[in-house]
């Protein structure tokens, strides 16, 4: 039973896949720094907020300290503490201004990295991943079938160029229906290289094709 391959077995191919992943892998890890370097510039935009925030905390804490204190003074206490008062519950405003101002930073900061990251990995990966799979897929279909050398030849009269087909011999086509093994196993040959898959070894000589 052969095993899933990922990559093919002629040097040519296998190294043309490796370099395509590799790209993949290096476009996907650009863009995702990219989206982490925006995500971080975005988000300095928060610094104000953080600071309107500490202000306002800052100001509604002073207040209430003063408040507390002036609300001892006897008859007049609760008159004094009312500006206190009001004065703290402008800190409050100024503390919710910097929290909203820093969820919105946050929000922003967040999908905006998002959208940067996955927009063109996505588009990378529709572009690669349907090739890889389909290869994958063909790869193990063909070497399940692999000492069918006619079938192999017979989709390299269909699928490959003519120039490829005149290297095998004048005649190819009269080659497979007169049944010449010479050229109906060079035809085979041309339809594997394709796919990137060695040539078929007789069962005889080898139980298990690597």
Do not use: K
Not at 101 to 125: K, R, S
């Amino acid at each position: 039973m052969f095993r899933m391959r990922l990559y093919a077995q002629t040097p040519l191919h296998r190294v043309r896949q490796q370099l395509g992943d590799l790209t993949l892998l290096a476009w996907c890890v650009a863009w995702i720094l990219i989206a982490s370097f925006l995500h971080g510039l975005v988000s300095a935009l928060a610094g104000p907020g953080r600071l309107l925030e500490d202000a306002g905390r800052g100001l509604t804490d002073s207040m209430n300290e003063v408040s507390a204190v002036v609300g001892d003074v006897p008859v007049a206490g609760d008159a004094l503490q009312a500006p206190f008062d009001l004065v703290g519950g402008v800190g409050d405003g100024l503390r919710e201004a910097g929290q909203t101002q820093q969820d919105v930073v946050a929000t922003l900061a967040f999908w905006l990295a998002l959208v940067i990251a996955v927009l063109p990995i996505g588009w990378a990966a529709f572009r690669w991943l349907p090739t890889r799979v389909r290869w994958i897929r063909e790869a193990a279909a063909a070497r399940r079938m692999i000492y069918d050398v006619e079938l192999f030849a017979l989709r390299a009269l269909i699928h490959r160029p003519l120039r490829e087909l005149a290297s095998v011999g004048p005649a190819p086509a009269a080659a497979l229906r007169s049944g010449d093994s010479t050229q109906i196993l060079a035809l085979a040959q041309l339809e594997l290289a394709a796919l990137g898959l060695r040539p078929p070894v007789p069962p005889e000589r080898s139980t298990r094709l690597t």
